[in-house]
C-alpha cells in the first residue's frame, strides 16, 4: 500500500516537510505529530486489551477433558 515510500530519498522527504510546514505552520503540525502519537498508543493499548479478551474467552470456552469413567 504504501510501497512509494521506499522511493523517497532525504530531499523529497525535506521538499514534503517544507511543504507542510509553509501550508500548516510549525505548531499545527507538532500538535499533529502529537495527536498521531497519542492515537498510535491508544490503538496498541486497545489491540492488547482485546487480545487479551480473546485468549481469556478461548481459554474459558474449551471444554474439560473426560475422565475415564464418565460417558
Keep these: 500500500m504504501l510501497n512509494f515510500l521506499k522511493n ?7 521538499i514534503i ?8 505552520g510549525s505548531k499545527k503540525i507538532a500538535e499533529l505529530g502529537k495527536t498521531a502519537g497519542e492515537t ?9 486489551e482485546f487480545s487479551e479478551a480473546v485468549t481469556e474467552l478461548k481459554d474459558t470456552d474449551e471444554p474439560e477433558p473426560k475422565k475415564e469413567g464418565d460417558e
Design 17 to 24: 516537510g517544507v511543504i507542510l510546514v509553509v501550508f500548516f
Design 8 to 14: 523517497l530519498g532525504p530531499t523529497e522527504l525535506i
Design 40 to 48: 498510535t498508543k491508544e490503538l496498541k493499548k486497545v489491540k492488547k
